[in-house]
């Protein structure tokens, strides 16, 4: 597995992690009214986790003729980005229009609601990024070689 792979993998879990903290977050905050700071003070803490792991295995070599980067990883990170665009700009087409049927036309959304909308949208692009790689590296052959 090389490092490309390694980041997809870690950036998959830390992003699904942070989409179910935001989750919770979101069913606090708007279905139970209330804030329940231990739970959030302890999801941040395993987030935090996440982070450090992800850093001291992305950058732990395997051997030391190791290669960082090579073309084919390259072009790889370069289809992952543009499906990751794409998938930004359905998302916030998507948003508008969901909202738009939501709070209507002349409706207001709170700032809290609207950052954590654009974390989100932020979030699902990470996520989309972390999947292509993951995939494009699938579809080779063996260990993504074609």
């Keep these: 597995m090389n490092k490309t792979q390694k980041s997809a993998w870690c950036g998959l879990v830390v992003t699904l992690t942070f989409l179910l903290l935001c989750l ?3 069913i606090e ?3 139970l009214k209330k804030m329940f700071f231990f739970m959030n003070l302890l999801g941040a803490t395993l987030l935090f986790g996440l982070v450090v792991a992800w850093v001291i295995f992305i950058c732990k ?3 030391p003729t190791e290669v960082k980067t090579d073309e084919r990883d390259k072009l790889i990170q ?12 359905i998302l916030i087409a998507l948003t508008c229009l969901i909202l738009r049927f939501i709070v209507g036309i002349s409706g207001t959304i709170a700032v809290w609601e609207l950052t954590l ?6 979030e699902v692009a990470l996520l989309v990024y972390s999947v292509a790689i993951l995939v494009q590296y699938g579809l080779g052959g063996r260990d993504g070689e074609k």
């Design 61 to 63: 070599k395997q051997s």
């Design 29 to 31: 905050l708007t279905i």
């Design 24 to 26: 919770f977050l979101f």
């Design 78 to 89: 370069t289809r992952a980005i543009v499906a990751s665009f794409i998938s930004v700009g």
């Design 117 to 122: 909308i654009n974390f989100l949208i932020f």
